[in-house]
């Protein structure tokens, strides 16, 4: 989700969403900004119970984090204020990392907080594989014996398969996030899109942010850029210059951005703090890691 993620106070004595898709197999749960794709398998009476207790724990949750915004659209970093809420203690824990080096909050994470933490209850005997999808960013339950693939794209408003990663119990990575000045938050960079694979889904959504932001260039003149308070008054990023639009790149400067976002990224593999990342910029996607990748030719979803 990134830098900026939008969480407002919702309307007093609403009830959240809560309801199987069409397909029968995934609930949907929403409420105000945050909207949850979930799937388990396992036995029947299990998945059933298993998604009672999911809704149950999305319930309320959106009220519990907006009593914590100040907090949380603060800067990460020793000094920080001590948070309440499990999540938003999460949310602080996956940033903290970052913080000594660039500027975050803990709203980088906030996508990937709230998947772990419906996941947790969806996890229960009978279970044999499970994910929460918080719009793009996954955390995923892989016991002994269960894999998943999951597919990568290279532009959130174009969307087009560029690469797939397969994922089984013995892989460290159990979150996944994507970030970039394309998708519903705001960037630093001009990434179209950074994915990333990581050992939870909090820190996956912060790292992608992180190297969304590093993939730049801050001195290009055609690059267009505004302040985060006009567009979102009550954003985490105040004055601080967004992404609005980036012009057709030469190939060295593309080349120079995504290796700046590299450099970032070999970093945060060398740390452990990321399994593997993908960067991607107009028609262009180089990635770093352990091989869970599998990079494709660009197939826009539409013909496929």
Not at 107 to 133: C, D, F, K, S
Not at 227 to 235: F, H, R
Request: include cysteine.
């Amino acid at each position: 989700m990134g830098a900026a993620s939008q969480l407002r106070s919702p309307a007093a004595g609403r009830a959240i969403q809560a309801a199987l898709l069409a397909d029968g197999r995934r609930l949907h749960l929403h409420d105000g900004p945050i909207d949850l794709i979930i799937e388990a398998t396992g036995e029947p009476l299990a998945v059933r119970a298993a998604y009672v207790r999911a809704a149950d724990r999305f319930a309320g949750l959106l009220d519990a984090l907006c009593a914590e915004l100040p907090g949380l659209r603060a800067a990460a970093g020793p000094d920080a204020a001590p948070l309440a809420h499990v999540v938003a203690r999460r949310m602080q824990q996956a940033v903290a990392p970052f913080a000594a080096d660039v500027f975050i909050t803990p709203m980088a994470a906030v996508a990937g907080a709230v998947a772990e933490h419906v996941l947790q209850v969806l996890i229960g005997p009978g279970i044999t594989r499970g994910y929460v999808n918080n719009g793009g960013d996954i955390a995923l339950h892989l016991p002994p014996g269960a894999t998943t693939t999951v597919g990568l794209v290279a532009r959130p408003d174009r969307p087009a398969i560029v690469g797939t990663a397969t994922i089984d119990h013995a892989s460290p990575i159990r979150g996944i996030a994507t970030s970039g000045w394309r998708g519903r938050s705001f960037s630093l960079g001009i990434a179209d899109a950074v994915t990333v694979l990581a050992p939870s889904a909090a820190m996956a959504d912060a790292a992608a942010t992180v190297i969304a932001n590093a993939v730049d260039l801050p001195d290009h003149p055609g690059i267009v850029r505004v302040p985060a308070c006009e567009l979102q008054p009550d954003n985490d990023l105040g004055a601080r210059l967004v992404t609005r639009n980036v012009p057709e790149l030469s190939t060295p400067a593309r080349a120079a951005a995504l290796d700046a976002g590299l450099d970032v990224a070999r970093n945060l593999a060398a740390r452990g703090l990321i399994c593997d990342a993908a960067l991607h910029l107009q028609g262009e996607t180089v990635s770093v890691g352990t091989a869970t990748l599998v990079l494709q030719p660009h197939q826009e979803l539409a013909d496929a």
